[in-house]
C-alpha cells in the first residue's frame, strides 16, 4: 500500500505566507522559507508553494522567493501561481522546484498540459482545481464548477468533466481546494473528494478544511484522497506534522514515519 502523504501549504502573497478563509481576509503569519524549512524538519512528506495573487495580477510568479524555499529543504517541492507558459514552468523547475501547478492558466488554455507533460513529464505537471458547490444543473451536472483567478470569476464548468480532461490531457496530479471549506478548519469536503478521487485514475490531494488530525483520517479514508493538505492547523502550532502522523498511524493510515 502506498502511503498517505501529508502536505503543508505555503499560501504566499508579497513574499509573506498568508493565510485566509474562503480565500478572504488573508492575515501575515510567516516568512516562506522559514516555515518550508520547519516543515521539512518536522516531516513533511511534500511543501506546496503558492503565490496566491501572480494569477490575479496578471504578473510573473516569485521565483526569488522559490528558489529560497528550495534551497532549504529536501522532499518533492510544488509551486503555483501565475504559470502561463512552457517558459514559466521552466523558469520554475530551474529555480528548485519538482513539480509546477496550473490552475487558471489551464482553464483559460487546456494544451499548457498537454505541452508541459511532453516537454518535462507528466509526473511535473499538477492541475490545481479551485470549486465551489454550486448545485446539479444542466450545466454543472456535479454539481461543482470551477472557479479560477483566486476565487474570483466563476467558470460554468463541470469540475468532475474538467478533473478527467486534464488527466486525458496529460495532468500527472489533481490538487483539490474546495473554497467553501477553505480556511474553516471545520473538515474537508468529503463528497467532493470522493467525486474526484474515484472519478480519475491520477492522485488527487484534498485541500481546504482541515483543523484536526480526525479530519485527515476522514478524507484519505472516506474521502479516497491519496494526500492532505494542511494549513492553519500546523501554522498556527495547534499540531505538529509528527502528531498527525502518530495519530493517522494509529488509526491504521499508512503514512511515512517522521517521528
Same mark, same amino acid.
Given at each position: ?17 498568508t493565510?485566509? !478563509? $474562503?480565500f ?5 503569519i510567516? @516568512? ?8 521539512? /524538519?518536522?516531516? #513533511? ?6 503565490? !496566491? ?6 504578473r510573473? !510568479? ?8 528550495? /534551497?532549504?529543504?529536501? !522532499? ?14 521552466? @523558469? ?6 519538482? $513539480? ?6 489551464a ?6 498540459i498537454?505541452q ?13 482545481? @479551485?470549486?465551489? $458547490?454550486?448545485?446539479?444543473s ?9 472557479v ?9 464548468? @463541470? ?7 486534464? /488527466?486525458?490531457?496529460?495532468?500527472? /496530479? ?9 480556511g ?29 488530525p ?9 474521502g479516497? #484522497?491519496?494526500a ?16 498527525? $502522523? ?12 517522521s517521528?
Open positions: 500500500m502506498l502511503s498517505k502523504r501529508i502536505i503543508p501549504c505555503l499560501d504566499v502573497r508579497d513574499g509573506r505566507t493565510k485566509g !478563509i $474562503k478572504r481576509d488573508n492575515i501575515d510567516g @516568512d516562506p522559507v522559514e516555515m518550508g524549512r520547519f516543515y521539512y /524538519e518536522q516531516g #513533511a512528506d511534500e511543501i506546496v508553494f503558492y503565490d !496566491i495573487t501572480a494569477s490575479s495580477d496578471r510573473p !510568479i516569485m521565483l526569488d522567493v522559490v528558489r529560497r524555499v528550495a /534551497e532549504t529543504i529536501f !522532499i518533492p517541492f510544488s509551486v503555483g501561481g501565475g504559470i502561463r507558459t512552457l517558459e514559466d514552468m521552466r @523558469d520554475v523547475l530551474l529555480a528548485g522546484a519538482e $513539480k509546477v501547478s496550473v490552475n487558471s492558466a482553464v483559460l488554455n487546456p494544451d499548457i498537454g508541459g507533460a511532453e516537454a518535462f513529464g507528466n509526473q511535473c505537471i499538477v492541475l490545481g482545481m @479551485d470549486v465551489k $458547490k454550486v448545485g446539479a444542466e450545466k454543472i451536472p456535479c454539481g461543482y464548477e470551477i479560477i483567478n483566486g476565487g474570483r470569476t466563476h467558470m460554468g464548468i @463541470d469540475a468532475l468533466w474538467w478533473a478527467k480532461e486534464a /488527466e486525458r490531457l496529460g495532468a500527472g /496530479e489533481i490538487c483539490l481546494n474546495s473554497i467553501d471549506a477553505d474553516t478548519q471545520a473538515g474537508y469536503e468529503l463528497e467532493l473528494t470522493r467525486l474526484i478521487s474515484t472519478g480519475v485514475r491520477i492522485p488527487v490531494i484534498a485541500s481546504g478544511g482541515a483543523g484536526e480526525q479530519h485527515l483520517l476522514d478524507v484519505l479514508s472516506h479516497r #484522497a491519496d492532505a493538505l494542511i494549513a492553519s492547523m500546523v501554522h498556527y502550532g495547534t499540531y505538529t506534522i509528527g502528531e498527525i $502522523k502518530n495519530f493517522l498511524s494509529r488509526n491504521g493510515v499508512g503514512v511515512r514515519r517521528w
